[in-house]
């Protein structure tokens, strides 16, 4: 797999991406805000009676791999075909470009592997296996606490990876 250094087109895209996933980021707070608000004036609060009605959470486990988004619309060629029904989704389309479907990236020995979250799953997102013979060129570009990596397969397919942690070259990412 070759590394390159990004080029000013995909850093641009990538901070473009940041900003729209930052709106969004901003929206939610509002509405979750109004929402407290709202519950707060018409006396609904914590120590109401059956506010402990909400089933336990669980932690999944943690394992290999790490946290990824794919940025659905940015994806070209095979993979863009393989996640369409995703894309078609609503809550992808409201989001425009910074939309990302959440899944873990893992690397073999021979492959990179994206894997989505099971709420994904249930959506019929599905897994993207990109062989090492396949993978033509990766870029990795600094986004704060995080890093995009822009994979460009050998048939000019493009996979667009929002990374959940900041890394500077694929070795960073150990094999499993």
């Known amino acids: 797999m ?48 059956g506010a402990d009605d909400w089933p336990t959470g669980r932690i999944r ?46 690397r073999s020995k021979s492959d990179l592997v994206w894997i989505p979250d099971s709420p994904w799953r249930r959506l019929n997102a599905r897994d993207l296996l990109l062989r090492d013979g396949d993978v033509g060129l990766l870029q990795f570009v600094p986004l704060g606490r995080q890093s995009g990596l822009t994979v460009t397969l050998c048939d000019e397919a493009e996979v667009w990876l929002l990374l959940g942690r900041q890394l500077g070259s694929l070795a960073d990412l150990r094999p499993t």
Do not use: K
């Not at 969004?24 to 006396?43: D, E, I, M």
């Not at 060629?77 to 369409?84: H, L, N």
């Not at 894309?87 to 425009?96: E, I």
């Open 2 to 49: 070759n590394e390159a250094v990004p080029s000013p087109e995909v850093v641009r895209a990538w901070r473009s991406i940041r900003r729209s996933r930052a709106r969004w980021r901003g929206l939610g707070v509002v509405a979750w805000v109004a929402l407290a608000a709202v519950s707060v004036a018409l006396g609904d609060s914590p120590d109401a009676p």
């Open 61 to 106: 486990g943690s394992g290999d791999g790490m946290t990824a988004g794919l940025v659905v619309s940015r994806l070209r060629g095979w993979p863009a075909g393989r996640e369409e029904h995703v894309a078609r989704r609503l809550p992808l389309r409201m989001r425009g470009s910074g939309a990302t479907v959440r899944g873990r990236l893992y």
